[in-house]
């Protein structure tokens, strides 16, 4: 089918050299982007979750309603169990968390599928309490980051979606 004749929801924009690229590993900038578009995602889910939290207390008690009061590191922990449980369901099921959607990554186990769910839980855990470790992609051969030489994953660019 030409390009010209598909519907224009169907048209995806890819970069250049994506053939090129396709299921090579991917670098620290598109990780880092993805990161961070992921912990977007974790911080929207822990505002959302505070306003319905709010929105029930007000629901309760419209007299006497007060904003939560919440201490910084209760926030916190909320927001890196959200972001640990975030990543690891969707490198579960797809290997591709919203971030890595968003960039054209995908995280692979050694047969090249969707780590399984251990694994994407000791990765995720590892993001997210040492992030740190991601930027080891730029410095190693392999362009592997700590977490991914724990877990043995890879995160490659793959712009196709999978059936």
């Not at 306003?51 to 927001?79: D, E, I, K, M």
């Not at 997210?128 to 890879?154: C, I, Y």
Request: hydrophobic share 50%.
């Amino acid at each position: 089918m030409n390009v010209a004749d598909r519907p224009p929801h169907a048209v995806r924009v890819l970069p250049q050299d994506a053939a090129t690229r396709q299921g090579t590993r991917a670098g620290v900038v598109s990780r880092t982007l993805a990161m961070v578009v992921d912990g977007a995602y974790a911080v929207a889910g822990v505002a959302i979750g505070y306003g319905l939290w709010a929105g029930f207390r007000l629901l309760r008690g419209p007299r006497t309603f007060a904003w939560p009061q919440v201490s910084f590191a209760v926030l916190a922990t909320v927001a890196l169990v959200v972001a640990a449980l975030l990543l690891t369901a969707t490198w579960t099921s797809t290997g591709r968390s919203p971030g890595a959607r968003l960039m054209g990554l995908r995280v692979i186990d050694r047969e090249g599928s969707p780590p399984r769910l251990w694994r994407s839980l000791v990765r995720a855990v590892t993001c997210v309490v040492f992030p740190l470790g991601l930027f080891w992609s730029a410095a190693s051969k392999r362009n592997a980051s700590l977490q991914d030489l724990l877990v043995r994953t890879s995160v490659i660019y793959d712009w196709h979606e999978r059936a």
